[in-house]
């Protein structure tokens, strides 16, 4: 179980970084924005999706183990679930509504929470590795 929590988590925390720091950054400089934004738009359901079914397969491989990392992988799951279901919709009204101040606000906020998940699942990896 360990093993396979580990890959896992290792997933996620690639996964992350490669989508936060690599896709993103690269579909805003290799497509104009009227393509780039709806692309991004159509790729974050399946982001999350992804990062909420890793954190919580690797919650549960760790629950009877670590209760501390199993806690940690959770609430990546939990708080992804609210960015998928409210944080990214609210994004993605303040930009169809033209809302300049509300869109900066939640896009920080989602910016924010990807690196938290990112820096947990960073700190749940050096664990897992006896660091």
């Known amino acids: 179980m360990h093993i396979a929590a580990l890959l896992l988590t290792a997933l996620l925390f690639g996964g ?8 993103a ?7 104009p924005a ?13 982001f999350y999706l992804f990062v909420l079914i890793t954190s919580a397969l690797s919650a549960a491989l760790l629950a ?10 959770a609430a ?3 708080t992804t679930l609210l960015a998928r279901q409210v944080l990214m919709p609210a994004i993605n009204t ?11 606000w939640l896009h920080g906020a989602s910016v924010a929470l990807t690196l938290a ?10 664990r897992l590795a006896g660091g």
Not at 25 to 31: G, I, N, P
Not at 64 to 73: Q, Y
Not at 94 to 104: E, I, K, L
């Open 16 to 23: 992350m970084t490669l989508y936060a720091f690599g896709f």
């Open 64 to 73: 009877m183990g670590d209760p501390l990392v199993a806690a940690t992988l």
């Open 94 to 104: 303040a930009t169809d509504n033209g809302r300049t101040r509300a869109f900066r």
């Open 25 to 31: 950054a690269f579909v805003f400089s290799a497509l």
């Open 76 to 78: 990546i799951a939990l």
């Open 117 to 126: 998940h990112i820096a947990g699942a960073g700190w749940v990896l050096v």
């Open 34 to 46: 009227e393509t780039a934004g709806p692309l991004i738009r159509r790729a974050f359901p399946h």
